[in-house]
């Protein structure tokens, strides 16, 4: 789980670090924006997304989000713990995984590298 107001930082399958930062705090249910930086990233044209993900109700399925520029906006539909994978491919196999509560009950806790699908 993310601890505090962020930024937060976890590397991708690659070892590429990534920085996740949101605009509010605490999380809470609704429209968030996240801000995205990937060290080392000089090509602007390489595509990458966002998929937010609910890993205690898998029927919610993965919504992704596109980035523009450094910014993500991702729509979070309910309060419990969530997973934002910063997806550096088109496919979803060298990903950085940032996983936190939203809503009360906010913890403490971390976040960490993913390779593979989710």
Known sequence: ???????W???????TRVTLAAASHPLRPGRVEFTVRVDGREDAGRPYSVDLVSPTMPM???????????????????????????????????TAEFVFVVGPGEAPGHTHSHGGTH
Do not use: C, F, K
Not at 1 to 7: A, Y
Not at 9 to 15: H, N
Not at 62 to 72: D, I, Q, W, Y
């Open 60 to 94: 919610h399925g993965v919504v992704r989000s596109s980035v523009r520029g450094e910014t993500a906006e991702v729509e979070i539909p309910m309060e419990g713990t969530w997973a934002l994978y910063v997806n550096l491919d088109s496919v979803g196999s060298n």
């Open 1 to 7: 789980m993310l601890q505090g107001s962020g930024p």
């Open 9 to 15: 930082t976890a590397a991708a399958a690659d070892g």
